[in-house]
């Protein structure tokens, strides 16, 4: 066997040996990482199961906290506050987010505008939740001199969901071929008619994936709501006045040294772990039935 064969097998041998040493170091930090979640997951579900049951879900939370280990109530109103603000906060931010995103793809571009535009986006991508209640807390609670609002939360939510919704859509649109977009301007369409029967059903599914993302971290978040919306136990649709959510119920309820408050609390972020993978299903599914071409 000749010298120049030996030294190939040689570093053959070697990569091989490398690429079995980094995915074995691989596979081990990805089991470090899963350990702790898998038991974070197993303790949520083994404490939130016991506190499950219909009346949990159909029933409003009481006053009753120190006195009293029965009788404490479910988390209706947490629920159904949850999912009012943040279908509000969605139907402001998903329209616009998108709109912010057509312009910058199709119309904007490398514009000086454009630039400033995605530079306060990234800015806006990083800045802590509790930054988007406090300026809402500011301007429209002490600056108006008015009380706590669900819509104040929903647009504290709004705010916080605004940049993912863009950054995402923009993302999504700039996967749309330009090949597309000349063959219907070739044909004498209008831009503004590409952008609606040719750019958006082409990107629709990433759009609604994006959409979905935004909403599922806008449900968890606890901090813009105890700024804004503040809590309630009553099951309330009214917009105007305190409404109760399943983030702010978690943070009363967890603090309290009454026990039955506690496994409430812990059958209320299961409640809204289960809620937020639901979303994250919906997108991974609708992702995966509609690509961008």
Do not use: C
Not at 36 to 51: D, E, M, Q, T
Not at 229 to 256: E, R, W
Request: aromatic share 8%; hydrophobic share 55%; net charge positive.
């Amino acid at each position: 066997m000749s010298e120049d064969r030996l030294a190939r097998l040689a570093l053959s041998g070697r990569r091989k040996f490398k690429d079995r040493a980094v995915r074995g170091a691989m596979l081990g930090a990805t089991v470090v990482a899963l350990v702790p979640l898998v038991l974070i997951l197993y303790y949520l579900v083994h404490k939130g199961l016991s506190a499950w049951s219909a009346s949990f879900f159909t029933t409003d939370p009481t006053g009753q906290s120190f006195f009293a280990n029965k009788g404490v109530g479910g988390i209706r109103s947490a629920l159904l506050g949850t999912i009012v603000m943040v279908a509000l906060a969605s139907a402001i931010a998903v329209p616009v987010g998108i709109g912010v995103a057509l312009w910058l793809v199709e119309y904007g571009k490398d514009s000086w505008l454009a630039k400033v535009v995605r530079f306060f986006v990234d800015v806006l991508t990083g800045v802590p939740s509790i930054l988007f209640g406090l300026f809402i807390y500011i301007v429209l609670i002490v600056g108006t001199g008015t009380s706590f609002a669900g819509y104040k939360g929903s647009l504290a939510l709004a705010l916080l969901m605004l940049p993912i919704v863009t950054r995402s859509a923009e993302v999504v649109l700039l996967l749309v071929p330009d090949a597309l977009r000349e063959s219907a301007l070739a044909l004498g369409a209008p831009r503004w008619r590409m952008v609606a029967r040719v750019v958006l059903p082409t990107a629709r599914a990433g759009l609604v994936t994006g959409s979905l993302l935004a909403v599922a971290r806008a449900a968890g978040e606890t901090a813009p709501l105890l700024f804004t919306a503040a809590f309630t136990y009553k099951t309330s649709f009214n917009l105007g006045g305190f409404m109760n959510s399943l983030p702010v119920q978690i943070f009363n309820d967890v603090t309290s040294p009454t026990e039955a408050l506690v496994n409430r609390a812990w059958g209320a972020a299961l409640a809204l772990v289960v809620l937020v993978l639901l979303l994250n299903l919906s997108a991974r599914l609708i992702s995966r039935t509609g690509r961008v071409a």
